[in-house]
């Protein structure tokens, strides 16, 4: 059995966990295919949060706390950088997670595309399923925003946007971390999509995908980035392999991260049907073949998509594993 797994961001790390964790009861393959749209530099430096984020989880380097970064991190370069000015002063990069971008950096500038470098980075973590970055090319996720360029609360933002109507686009990174969504915005670009392409074994993995799952990631910002990468989508949505999502929603609010803020830029309800109803029925022309809701959103509907209830607390490897077989057991 061979499966395909579209994810990003922390939630589809360790949703991972229970891909494996499945797998190997049932002797299956997996492929990660992982978004790229969070990708920066950095002081000269190649950071890719998703695949890192996804390569620590699985390598057991992350750190279970904070749900990012590394296990045991410390801080001593970004102090240093604080003492000399450096920007961008709101991302800071820890020493341990320091030397994988350093590494990376390195191979890029070699003439290594992102996928060989991710290959080789995983040597050391053995994560126990393929990773591989949605494309090589450079794909960005940009916030076009208004308002101030400072933080500041929603009334005031808001004032800030009447003030100055102006409209900027902005890395995500920053619209999160930085300003914590805290801006008038008004859309999401995916720079550099139009020209990508997948990276090399990302088509051949889905064609010989037996399924391919769709990560309980944000949708916005995890998985759109992915399948906006010409003729992704369309190997997902015309292959042969059932396609099953896993809702990043349970009883209205997002299982953690910024989902909702996302999906109300897009208009878009926060809830398991409003997430269902975005990614679409597969018959329909959408991307899904089945939809699995938590307990709390039994009943709930999407055209075209068979939907089924079942535990998404990702409380453990264990539960995660009963989560993937549910989502299995749908087609």
């Known amino acids: 059995m061979r499966i395909v797994v579209l994810t990003g961001g922390i939630g589809g790390a360790r949703f991972l966990l229970g891909v494996r964790a499945y797998a190997g009861e049932v002797e299956a393959e997996v492929?990660?295919?992982v978004n790229v749209g969070d990708d920066l530099l950095l002081h000269g430096l190649k950071v890719c949060p998703d695949?890192?984020?996804?390569?620590?989880?699985?390598?057991?380097?992350?750190?279970?706390?904070?749900?990012?970064?590394?296990?045991?991190?410390?801080?001593?370069?970004?102090?240093?950088?604080?003492?000399?000015?450096?920007e961008p002063a709101w991302f800071g990069l820890g020493d341990k997670d320091l030397a994988t971008h350093l590494v990376r950096t390195t191979m890029l500038n070699a003439g290594y595309p992102l996928s060989q470098v991710t290959e080789a980075l995983a040597t050391r973590w053995q994560p126990g399923v393929r990773l591989l970055p949605a494309t090589d090319d450079r794909l960005e996720t940009h916030?076009?925003?208004?308002?101030?360029?400072?933080?500041?609360?929603?009334?005031?933002?808001?004032?800030?946007?009447?003030?100055?109507?102006?409209?900027?686009?902005?890395?995500?990174?920053?619209?999160?971390?930085?300003?914590?969504?805290?801006?008038?915005?008004?859309?999401?670009?995916?720079?550099?999509?139009?020209?990508?392409?997948p990276a090399p074994g990302v088509l051949e993995a889905i064609g010989a995908a037996d399924v391919v799952l769709v990560a309980p990631s944000n949708p916005v910002v995890s998985i759109a980035?992915?399948?906006?990468?010409?003729?992704?989508?369309?190997?997902?949505?015309?292959?042969?392999?059932?396609?099953?999502?896993?809702?990043?929603?349970?009883?209205?609010a997002p299982v953690?991260?910024?989902?909702?803020?996302?999906l109300a830029v897009l208009g878009?309800?926060?809830?398991?049907?409003?997430?269902?109803?975005?990614?679409?029925?597969?018959?329909?022309?959408?991307?899904?073949?089945?939809?699995?809701?938590?307990?709390e959103d039994a009943g709930?509907?999407?055209?075209?998509?068979?939907?089924?209830?079942?535990?998404?607390?990702?409380?453990?490897?264990a539960a995660t594993a009963a989560m993937v077989r549910a989502a299995l057991e749908l087609v």
């Open 143 to 197: 916030v076009v925003v208004s308002g101030r360029s400072e933080p500041a609360s929603p009334a005031v933002a808001n004032r800030a946007a009447e003030l100055d109507g102006g409209q900027r686009a902005i890395h995500f990174q920053e619209w999160w971390v930085r300003y914590r969504a805290d801006l008038p915005t008004h859309r999401f670009v995916f720079v550099g999509a139009e020209t990508a392409k």
């Open 268 to 295: 878009v309800e926060c809830s398991a049907a409003g997430v269902g109803g975005l990614y679409g029925g597969r018959s329909a022309g959408g991307l899904l073949d089945g939809w699995l809701v938590a307990p």
């Open 256 to 262: 953690r991260g910024m989902a909702d803020r996302c």
């Open 225 to 252: 980035p992915i399948l906006a990468v010409p003729g992704l989508r369309d190997a997902v949505v015309d292959g042969r392999a059932p396609v099953v999502g896993v809702s990043p929603i349970i009883g209205g």
């Open 31 to 33: 492929t990660a295919l």
């Open 51 to 86: 695949l890192d984020s996804v390569m620590y989880t699985l390598g057991g380097g992350a750190d279970p706390e904070r749900g990012w970064g590394r296990v045991g991190e410390t801080w001593t370069v970004r102090s240093e950088l604080a003492a000399y000015g450096a």
């Open 300 to 317: 709930t509907l999407v055209p075209d998509v068979t939907v089924r209830s079942a535990p998404l607390r990702m409380t453990d490897e």
